[in-house]
Every structure is written in structure tokens, then in C-alpha cells.
């Protein structure tokens, strides 16, 4: 069986989800086992939940409430549209909008909006996107049953982007995933949700919904993994900045890997990880036209194409330099500045050194006020905004020696402020200004695919 996990566009109203209704129903007229189906919030729906809890706790209720309304009447034309009369389905919508309400004037009182309520808030938009498929599937002849993802995906207490445990999960899965499939019924599961063993709800972070359908593929042995998005598969580049991508049609996990985790915002990073584990294939399809061959990450990729498969970008991040005459000749010093940034819990992307100097950039600026400050003990830190990485991904690069010469020729009128080449030698990563991203990245994709 296979598991199918449908993005935000890819249920945003009736016509998108008219569409996800062909395509479950195809892969059920297909297999024997029906398949499992993971779904995200209805596209915008998340941001707009965050907002509400953020705009209560700053005291704008009134907006925060207005953005509650029109949730509600979204999904009530979702659920008219596609399963007209179903009562428990209309029941179901209105009492989690009313819970809703009645948070949302708790923050206001509050002031105040803990990790823990914003995983509460977020996790309504694929508790409420779910209910709306399987009831829509239902009633279009392909028999669904919902699933809450709270009794399906357990994870640690890490609110806001929590660590699913994969063996609690697996008997979890067992006992409400497997049940449905025996009885002949596709589950219907909203992803990026989950629960502490205790029953607080949690979020996997940002895009998790594609981690979640791997974790039901992972956690139930599916044969193929397929993430349903709103682009033809993994592209060459990033489609909003590059012009005249094409898709790639076989990648290897670890290139899928990289390019995930280097910013292709089609893959969330963590997906691979289940996906490697059990030696499951994913597949990257286009929603909009369910024919295409999409692109297909496997354990070996491919061994014939160009060296670099793929490009990827980040952009808004900061890079930080630590200068200290005491670090030539000397040991212990990378160490001292790796427990700074680990002391804050602040992920480290990129570092290259230099005899009296190491630089790295980070994303995540909510504690560099005081890395900078700690840092300032071990050296001289000067620190720029703005940045962006760009970086060539492929597993043939390591044959192609000369590709890193080429990438850096290509770039020549573009300032860089650091390159790197990571041991695998899967990738070549430059940082530069984000103001001169577009055209790098324009003149690198030219040069390497056109
Ligand atoms: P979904 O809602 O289906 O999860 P996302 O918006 O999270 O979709 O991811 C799909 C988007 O990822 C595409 O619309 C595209 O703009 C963006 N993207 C960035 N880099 C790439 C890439 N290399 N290949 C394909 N899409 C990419
Ligand atoms: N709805 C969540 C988000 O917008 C998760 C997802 O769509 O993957 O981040
Ligand atoms: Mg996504």
C-alpha cells in the first residue's frame, strides 16, 4: 500500500479536494490495501491560526476573532460543497471553532501565549482539513474514516517542533491507522500534528505534514511514500526564483537530504530520515496532474546525469565571525565557540575557518543578542544580516572534480562572503548578499542546466 500525503494548495477548496478525491480514488481501485492519507491545513490556514494566537495575546481580539470567523466559514463551504448534509461533519467543524473562540479569548485575557497553546492553536487547521477529506471521500463513494493524529503520532514535549518517537508511534499506528486499512477503509490523518505520551497536542515545526506522512509510511511498512504538492517534483531550482527549472526525476535520500534541508521548501527535512530507515521510496507529484512521473527519491539515486542534480537557496541568514589572535596555534578554541551557540540552542549551518578566524551563519536570531555578547569574551565578533546560501547539490560531483572550480568561475562578479565544500563532497555551498541571490542563482542554473 502506499501512503499519500496532500499539501495546503493540494486541499486548499472543493476543486482542489474534488481532485484529491480522484487521485485517493484511483490508488484504491488500484491496490489491494487501501492507501493511507495524510493531510495539511487548507493553504494559509496555519499562518492565519498563529496569527490569531499572537494578535489575542497582543490584545488585538477583535482581529484575532474575525480570523476565526473566516476559518470557519471555509471549511463550512468546504463541507457543504462535498459532503452536503452530513451532520456530524458540520457538528465537528463548529464545536472546534468554538473551542477555538473561547482560546482565543483566554489569550486575550492572558496576555500571554505559552508553546504549548500555540501547538493547541496550529494543530486545528489539520485536525479541521482532515475531517472535511474523509468525510468528502466518504460521500464521493471511496470509504474514509478520520483519524485524529493525536492518537496516531506520538512525539517528545518539544512544543512547536517536537520529535516524534518512532516506536511509540509504530504501536500507535497499529492500534488506529491499521485497524481502518484491515476493515478496507482509506484513514484520513492531518499531518504536522501529534501528542506527548500524556495527551498534550504538539506540532513537528513548519511544513511538518510531509514528516508526518512518512512516519505513517515508515511506521506501517508502506511501499512508496508520495508527497502531492503544487509543482511537477523536485525542480533544478527554486521555481520562485529561477526561471526555466526542469524536474529532476531521480534523486538519491541523501541528495533529497540536502536539498531539503538547504531550503527546497517542497521536502520538509526530517521526511527522508523515516523514509531511510525502511528503505521506502518517496515520490514528489504534482496534484494538478496526477500523470506525471513526478520525481522519485530512492536509497541509490541515479548514476547517470549532470554532476550537480540540483540547486537550493536560504535566504535571511545571518553570518557570524569570531576573530581572536588567540585561536592561532591553539586548541580548544572552536570548542568554546561551538558551546556558545550551543548553550542557546541555535543550530549552526555553515562554518569555514581560518587560522585566527571562524565564521558561521545561523537562522534562527531569536537569541543573537547574547551569542553575540558570550562570543564577545573569545574574540572580536562582527556579525551581517541578510545573507543567503546557495548551494549545488549532487552525488556525482565527488567523480567531477573540476565542478567546484566551474561553480566558483561562474559566480565571479558576485561577491562571496564563504564557500565550502562538506566532506560527503555532495555539495558546494557559497553565502553571499540576499540582494545578489536572484542572479547568482540565475547565472549558476544557466550555466549548469540550460
Ligand atoms: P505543500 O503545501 O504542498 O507542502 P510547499 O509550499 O510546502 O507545498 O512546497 C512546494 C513549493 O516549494 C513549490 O510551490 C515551490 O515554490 C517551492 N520550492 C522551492 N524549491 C523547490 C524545488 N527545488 N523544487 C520544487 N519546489 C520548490
Ligand atoms: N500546515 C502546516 C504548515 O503550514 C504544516 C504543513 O502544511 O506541512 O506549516
Ligand atoms: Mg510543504
Redesign the pocket.
Known amino acids: 500500500m502506499v501512503v499519500q ?6 486541499v486548499a477548496d472543493p476543486a482542489a479536494i474534488q481532485r484529491l478525491i480522484e487521485i485517493v480514488g484511483a490508488a484504491r481501485a488500484r491496490d489491494r490495501r487501501p492507501p493511507a492519507v495524510v493531510v ?1 491545513a487548507m ?1 494559509g490556514v496555519t499562518d492565519m491560526l498563529l496569527a490569531a494566537a499572537t494578535g489575542a495575546a497582543a490584545g488585538h481580539v477583535q482581529e484575532a476573532l474575525a480570523g476565526v470567523t473566516q476559518i470557519r466559514a471555509r471549511h463550512l463551504e468546504a463541507a457543504q460543497a462535498l459532503a452536503p448534509g452530513e451532520a456530524p461533519l458540520l457538528d465537528a467543524i463548529a464545536d472546534q471553532c468554538d473551542q477555538l473562540v473561547s482560546i482565543v479569548q483566554a489569550l486575550a485575557v492572558l496576555r500571554d501565549v505559552s508553546p504549548r497553546t500555540l501547538d493547541a492553536v496550529a494543530a486545528i487547521g489539520e485536525l479541521l482539513s482532515s475531517r472535511v477529506v474523509a468525510a468528502a471521500l466518504t460521500h464521493a463513494g471511496v470509504a474514509a474514516e478520520w483519524i485524529d493524529a493525536r492518537s496516531a503520532i506520538v512525539t517528545d514535549a518539544t512544543h512547536t517542533c517536537a520529535v516524534p518517537r518512532m516506536a511509540e508511534t509504530r504501536a500507535a499506528l497499529q492500534r488506529s491507522v491499521v485497524p481502518a486499512l484491515d476493515r478496507g477503509r482509506v484513514p484520513v490523518i492531518g499531518g504536522f500534528v501529534g501528542a506527548t505520551a500524556d495527551g498534550h497536542t504538539t506540532t513537528l515545526g513548519r ?1 511538518g ?2 514528516y508526518s506522512g512518512a512516519l505513517v509510511g515508515a511506521g506501517i511498512g508502506a511501499r512508496e511514500i508520495q ?15 529561477v526561471t526555466g ?1 526542469r ?2 526525476p531521480v534523486l538519491s535520500f541523501a541528495e533529497a537530504a540536502e ?1 531539503a534541508y538547504f ?6 527535512p526530517s521526511t527522508i530520515l523515516p523514509a531511510v530507515e525502511e528503505g521506502i521510496p518517496v515520490r ?1 507529484l504534482n ?1 494538478h496532474k496526477p500523470d506525471g512521473e513526478g ?1 522519485r527519491i530512492t536509497a541509490d539515486g541515479t548514476a547517470d546525469g549532470t554532476p550537480v542534480t ?4 536560504k535566504r535571511d541568514l545571518t553570518v557570524i565571525d569570531v576573530t581572536s589572535s588567540r585561536m592561532l596555534m591553539a586548541y580548544g578554541f572552536l570548542r568554546q565557540v561551538f558551546e556558545v551557540f550551543e548553550r542557546h540552542r541555535t543550530a549552526v549551518d555553515v562554518v569555514t575557518t581560518s587560522e585566527v578566524s571562524v565564521s558561521v551563519t545561523v537562522d534562527d536570531r531569536r537569541q543573537l543578542a547574547s551569542i553575540i555578547s558570550a562570543l564577545g569574551a573569545l574574540g572580536t565578533v562582527a556579525v551581517e544580516h541578510d545573507m543567503a546560501l546557495l548551494c549545488a547539490v549532487g552525488d556525482r560531483l565527488p567523480r567531477e572534480p573540476g565542478t567546484s572550480a566551474r561553480v566558483v568561475a561562474i559566480l565571479e562578479e558576485v561577491p562571496l562572503r564563504m564557500i565550502s565544500q562538506a566532506a560527503s563532497r555532495r555539495n558546494i555551498t557559497v553565502i553571499l548578499r540576499q540582494d545578489d541571490l536572484p542572479r547568482a542563482m540565475g547565472r549558476l542554473h544557466e550555466e549548469l542546466f540550460g
Open positions: 500525503k496532500f499539501g495546503g494548495t493540494s495539511s493553504s511544513g505534514s510531509d508527497i502531492w504538492t503544487d509543482v511537477d517534483g523536485m525542480l533544478t531550482a527554486d521555481p520562485r526564483v527549472t524536474v529532476v536539498l531550503g527546497a521548501k517542497v521536502l520538509h514528489i496534484s520525481t540540483a540547486l537550493a537557496c
